[in-house]
Every structure is written in structure tokens, then in C-alpha cells.
Nanobody, 127 residues
Framework: QVHVVESGGGLVQPGGSLRLSCVASGSSFSVHAMGWYRQAPGKGREWVAAYTTSGTTNYEDSVKGRFAISRDNAANTLYLQMNSLKPEDTAVYYC?????????????????????WGQGTQVTVSS
């Protein structure tokens, strides 16, 4: 299995900045793409940004120019630098890791590829 843990959330005033971190850990696994999602109260989970192993990045339109995603591949760590934060950015931010890991089916060894989610970190933008 793969464990994903986010950190760095908190309370910040509008126009302020936060840097979120996400670490994927476990045994016998390899990470492909990683990304950030968020979920505001009463709403569904929304994709925010993605970073692939080849370095391709993508952003949701509302965060372009304000957020920057980066990745430390050696440490399986993903970052999200958030600048010029707005109250609309208030949400629980989740990290996602697309990973291949080893498992078993009875006595048979198998490899599986799944997306793993962290527990989320709360970001609140308010004055």
C-alpha cells in the first residue's frame, strides 16, 4: 500500500500565501503522476493542479498565475505554492498519487496501479 500525507494548511488573510506539501510513502511502489484537489463545504471534489513524472504541469483556470505546483521526485514529495489567496480558495486540499505497488492474490504475487488519497489539509482564507 501507499500512504499519502498532506501538510501546510492553515488560516491566512486574503492576498496571503501558503505552501502545501504532500509526501507519498510505503514499500514496493513507484509513483507516476501526482496532483492536488480541493473540496469546499457542500461541494464536490475539484481538480486543482497536476504534475507528471516527465514534468508536465496543468492548472485549473481559477488558480492559473496564482498557484505553482512542483515536485521532488526522489522524495516522492509534491508541493503547491499558493499566492494571492482568495476567500474562494477556502477548502480542504487533497493530494493524489498515481502509483504502482506490489500485492498478492492468495499465493500469487501481483502488481496493481491505483490512485491514493491523503486525508486532506484545511486551507481557510479569511480576514
Amino acid at each position: 500500500q501507499v500512504h499519502v500525507v498532506e501538510s501546510g494548511g492553515g488560516l491566512v488573510q486574503p492576498g496571503g500565501s501558503l505552501r502545501l506539501s504532500c509526501v507519498a510513502s510505503g514499500s514496493s511502489f513507484s509513483v507516476h503522476a501526482m496532483g492536488w484537489y480541493r473540496q469546499a463545504p457542500g461541494k464536490g471534489r475539484e481538480w486543482v493542479a497536476a504534475y507528471t513524472t516527465s514534468g508536465t504541469t496543468n492548472y485549473e483556470d481559477s488558480v492559473k498565475g496564482r498557484f505553482a505546483i512542483s515536485r521532488d521526485n526522489a522524495a516522492n514529495t509534491l508541493y503547491l505554492q499558493m499566492n494571492s489567496l482568495k476567500p474562494e480558495d477556502t477548502a480542504v486540499y487533497y493530494c493524489n498519487a498515481d502509483a504502482t505497488y506490489s500485492g498478492s492474490f492468495g499465493v500469487l504475487p501481483i502488481n496493481r496501479r491505483k490512485e491514493f488519497w491523503g486525508q486532506g489539509t484545511q486551507v481557510t482564507v479569511s480576514s
